[in-house]
Structures are given as C-alpha cells and as structure tokens.
C-alpha cells in the first residue's frame, strides 16, 4: 500500500502545483469534456517543426484530470512527435488495463510520473478523467497537422 499512498502524492502534488497551465500561444486549440463528471479541458499545442514547442491548458474538474494534464505538459514538451505518441499509447495502455498492468522498469522510464495513475485504471469512471487531456492533445495535433503547422 505504500505505492499507493505515493502515487496518490504525485497526483496530488500535479493538482496543487501544475505544469503547463495557463492558455499561451499555440498552433491549435481544442476543447473537451467528460460528459460523467463535468470535467473540461482546452488545449494548444505549439510544434517547433516535428517538436513539441508548448502545452498549454486550462481546465476544471477532478484532481485526476488535472493533475493529468500537468504530467502530460511535463512529459511531451520537448519531444519529437513520434516519441510523444510512444508515450501516448504506453500511458492509454495503462489506462485501459483495468488496474492488471504492473507498469515495468521500461514503462516507467517512458510514463515518469504519469505511472502513478496506474491505480487510477482499476476504476472504469475515472479512466476517463486521467485520459482527457491526452485525448485533447491527440485532437489538437492531428488538427495541427492537418493545417500544415508541423513540419
């Protein structure tokens, strides 16, 4: 259980002290909202070429979502876009395995602080508060993309 109760204070440190908040100049914007709970997040995303330049967000909702959206500015940031959806797919991958996934040395390595939402997988209504700003960040660079803005 002491795994648990650090998760719990990664979580919790991203909700009172978060990253990337705050609307800034971006190439694309979108909005999204979990309909359960009322949780809302918009996004821009800034690409500098194949790099993501910026993350920015504002949002409201459940310590979940937001403290989610801060891990996700902390880890894509910086990144080539093919990595950033390495780190995307390994992160839904843990969301969706219903808590039977024991995030390993590699996973860890990749997902940093995100792996402590891994005991946020094992309860369906709140999978989908951790996965909102991902799925809005995945929106928000196809919508990049598609306008020509990366490279």
Known sequence: MKLDSMYQEVILDHYKHPHGRG?????????????????EITLRVKYDGETIADVSY???????????ASVLNDLLVGKELGEAHKIQEAFLELMQSKGQL????????LLEDAVAFAGVSKYPARVKCALLSWMAWKDATAQALSEGKTA
Not at 23 to 39: M, S
Request: glycine share 12%; charged share 30%; hydrophobic share 20%.
């Open 58 to 68: 504002e949002g409201q909702g459940c310590s979940i979502s937001q403290a989610s």
């Open 23 to 39: 609307l800034r100049d971006g190439d694309a914007e979108v909005h999204h909202v979990n309909p359960t709970c009322g949780d």
């Open 102 to 109: 024991e995030p390993d040395e590699t996973m860890e390595e």
